[in-house]
């Protein structure tokens, strides 16, 4: 697509459900990011794909997020057991690899996924 | 650890004049990137400007522009003849050159007074 989409654009739970947040990067972009941004905060990485691979998930929180990407291109990020504090906007972008001067290493970002857990 | 500051919450202009939100970042390597983004209330992120730490050159685009300042670790943005469409979130980003992560700072609101 022309940009990054991500679905559903808010997302209202209640504590201990199961939510799932899709993320449709830009066509042809392999490297796809997730990040977390809480109120007043910067975006906080999560999880990290080149390709379908998950090559850096240091910032999952904790085991109730995981998220995969099957076939390269759309990601889902999804939470067990929601809690009050994973109450947040999931950012998703994603970027071509190479050098900065081509345009690659760039973030573009989806307009996130607004969770609210009650 | 690669941090990024942004000591000024909030910054307000008024139109047409110029305006200089600060950025300072910690890092041991050498070769990395810089990166400015702007966050309206729609809330997605958009790439104002960039620069490339081995370059000495100042990047600018437009009426924006950015103060690089290696040795000091500092990255400031100047945003001249400010507009109405300038009002955001702004926030300044780090990523070293073969790393995986953007560490972003935690962003300077600015407001733009007609």
């Known amino acids: 697509g022309a940009g990054v989409s991500q679905t559903p654009s808010n997302k209202v739970t209640e504590k201990g459900k199961y939510v799932e947040l899709r993320c449709d990067p830009i066509s042809g972009h392999t490297a796809l990011y997730w990040y977390r941004q809480s109120l007043g905060q910067g975006p906080e990485f999560l999880i990290y794909?080149?390709?379908?691979?998950?090559?850096?998930d240091s910032g999952l929180p904790n085991d109730r997020f995981f998220a995969v990407r099957p076939e390269g291109s759309v990601s889902t990020l999804k939470i067990q057991r929601t809690e009050r504090g994973d109450s947040a906007v999931y950012l998703c972008a994603s970027s071509l690899k190479g050098t900065l001067s081509s345009g690659a290493n760039v973030l573009t970002f989806g307009a996130g996924s607004r969770l609210t857990v009650l | 650890a690669q941090t990024v500051t942004q000591s000024q919450p909030e910054m307000s202009v008024q139109e047409a004049e110029t305006v200089t939100l600060s950025c300072t970042y910690d890092t041991s390597e050498s070769d990395y990137y810089l990166f400015w983004y702007k966050q309206p209330p729609s809330r997605q992120m958009i790439l104002v400007i960039r620069q490339e730490a081995y370059k000495q050159q100042n990047a600018t685009e437009n009426r924006f522009s950015v103060n690089f300042q290696k040795a000091a670790k500092s990255f400031s943005l100047k945003i001249s003849d400010s507009q109405l469409g300038d009002a955001a979130m702004y926030f300044c980003?780090?990523?070293?050159?073969?790393?995986?992560?953007?560490?972003f700072g935690t962003g300077t609101s600015l407001t733009v007074i007609p």
């Open positions: 794909f080149q390709g379908t691979g998950a090559a850096d």
């Open positions: 980003a780090y990523r070293w050159n073969t790393g995986n992560q953007f560490y």
